[in-house]
């Protein structure tokens, strides 16, 4: 198995919606409730910003929110602000191991 | 509020072992359920699972990478460790740890918590 493919790049304007996509297969993403997204600015670490496909953990804006349908979640940050630039990446429980999306570059126009 | 720490060597030679310590703080890792992880990203490039230790010890390895891993832990130090042997160039990367609570249970499945990450480079 490879990762999980995303677009590598997704753009909008301050207060636009933004959807990444995060497609896998029925071993990973549609096997399981259990996919993350962690946003990253350069030189640092992930952070976690929605769990089990649509839990977004304290701190985390109500902006940020989760889905799924089949093989493929998503997310969607409603409201873009220029803080949400960065890089996000997907990740889903395979029953034995973890696997990562391949990331999207989000830019705020 | 629990912290992570990487440290180890910034540079190993091809085909040495390179061997991290995560040191955790604000918590300890014998109490459970949590498994403590290791995950790493080469520059420029997107995350990959390397390796998990449950807290009563069980390990579990990424496939491409089993034949080269050891990942073990320090309850006394309250540390786990990470060892990669026979390292090569697209071995370099920035080495994260992390925690992940067990999938399941009334626990979300994910990587709560992260270290900043330690780069390691390979070269002669």
């Known amino acids: 198995q490879s990762a999980l493919t995303q677009p590598p790049s997704a753009s909008g304007s301050p207060g636009q919606s933004v959807t990444i996509s995060c497609t896998g297969t029925s071993s990973d993403v549609g096997a399981y409730n259990y996919v993350s997204w962690y946003q990253q600015y350069p030189g640092k670490a992930p952070k976690l910003m929605i769990s089990d496909v649509s839990k977004r953990p304290s701190g985390v804006p109500d902006r940020f929110s989760g889905s799924k349908s089949g093989n493929t979640a998503s997310l969607t940050i409603s409201g873009l602000q220029p803080e949400d630039e960065g890089d996000y990446y997907c990740?889903?429980?395979?029953?034995?191991?973890?696997?990562f999306g391949t990331g999207t570059k989000v830019t705020v126009l | 509020q629990l912290q992570l720490q990487e440290s180890g060597p910034g540079l190993v030679k091809p085909s040495e072992t390179l061997s991290l310590t995560c040191s955790v703080s604000?918590?300890?890792?014998?109490?459970?359920?949590?498994?403590w992880v290791w995950i790493r990203q080469s520059p420029g490039k997107g995350l990959e699972w390397i390796a998990s230790?449950?807290?009563?010890?069980?390990?579990y390895y990424n496939p491409s990478l089993e034949s080269r891993l050891t990942i073990s832990m320090d309850t006394s130090m309250n540390q786990f460790s990470l060892k990669l042997n026979s390292v090569a160039a697209a071995d370099t990367a920035v080495y994260y740890c992390?925690?992940?609570?067990?999938?399941?249970?009334?626990?979300?499945?994910?990587?709560?918590?992260w270290g900043q990450g330690a780069l390691v480079t390979v070269s002669s």
């Open positions: 604000g918590g300890s890792i014998s109490n459970g359920p949590y498994f």
């Open positions: 230790i449950f807290y009563r010890g069980s390990t």
């Open positions: 992390a925690r992940h609570p067990p999938c399941g249970g009334g626990h979300s499945c994910t990587f709560d918590y």
């Open positions: 990740g889903s429980y395979t029953g034995n191991s973890y696997f």
